[in-house]
T-cell receptor, first 117, second 115 residues
């Protein structure tokens, strides 16, 4: 079936290192992808998004890479800080390009990122 | 600008009781979504409102769940009667119809425990 999933459930890194969180999706028709960060006791917080007509997008300390050939999405966090410790979700929104009403997100299971000082 | 708010933050009820969750979206956001995460599972879509109309309720698990958005502002999600498997975190999100990125902004969630 159609799904968005994650390769690794947990990731532990040292402060200052770069982090890479991976995500696989199965629907080749997916056209919009989002990364969310969820801290304990809070709701998912938007980090960065990318459309299917792009293969890379950069934000502040974060980069999202999209490989449509293998249906793979990754989030890179540069110089990881203790405040980056959280669960990271990738999500898919197939109607993101419609320009009209937004549609439901399909989430992966999440990766727990732990940053060690 | 105030974010999405949800009430209550936590709710503990007994099986068979009724619980009503409330979501206040970001002002001006016509789109309102309900999601939930049960223990050990991914966040799952429940339904989507555009203003006061249900655009998509394909994720609603059964007829014990009733969502409303009277007046197209805040929304309520009622579970009646609650069952053990309804335990989880219920998230609300909102977005602007005209938003280019379609970003959905999430509230902090309501943690529901059915005993």
């Amino acid at each position: 079936g159609e799904s968005v999933g994650l390769h690794l459930p947990t990731l532990s890194v040292q402060e200052g290192d770069n982090s890479i969180i991976n995500c696989a999706y199965s629907n080749s028709a997916s056209d919009y992808f989002i990364w969310y960060k969820q801290e304990s006791g809070k709701g998912p917080q938007f980090i960065i998004d990318i459309r299917s007509n792009m293969d890379k997008r950069q934000g502040q300390r974060v980069t999202v890479l999209l490989n449509k050939t293998v249906k793979h999405l990754s989030l890179q966090i540069a110089a990881t800080q203790p405040g980056d410790s959280a669960v990271y979700f990738c999500a898919e929104n197939r109607d993101g390009n419609s320009g009209g009403s937004n549609y439901k997100l399909t989430f992966g299971k999440g990766t727990l990122l732990t940053v060690n000082p | 600008e105030a974010g999405v708010t949800q009430f209550p933050s936590h709710s503990v009820i007994e099986k068979g009781q009724t619980v009503t969750l409330r979501c206040d979206p970001i002002s001006g956001h016509d789109n309102l979504y309900w999601y939930r995460r049960v223990m050990g599972k991914e966040i799952k879509f429940l339904l989507h409102f555009v203003k006061e109309s249900k655009q998509d309720e394909s994720g609603m698990p059964n007829n014990r769940f009733l969502a409303e958005r009277t007046g197209g502002t805040y929304s309520t999600l009622k579970v009646q009667p609650a069952e053990l498997e309804d335990s989880g975190v219920y998230f609300c999100a909102s977005s602007q119809v005209t938003s280019v990125t379609g970003t959905q902004y999430f509230g902090p969630g309501t943690r529901l425990l059915v005993l």
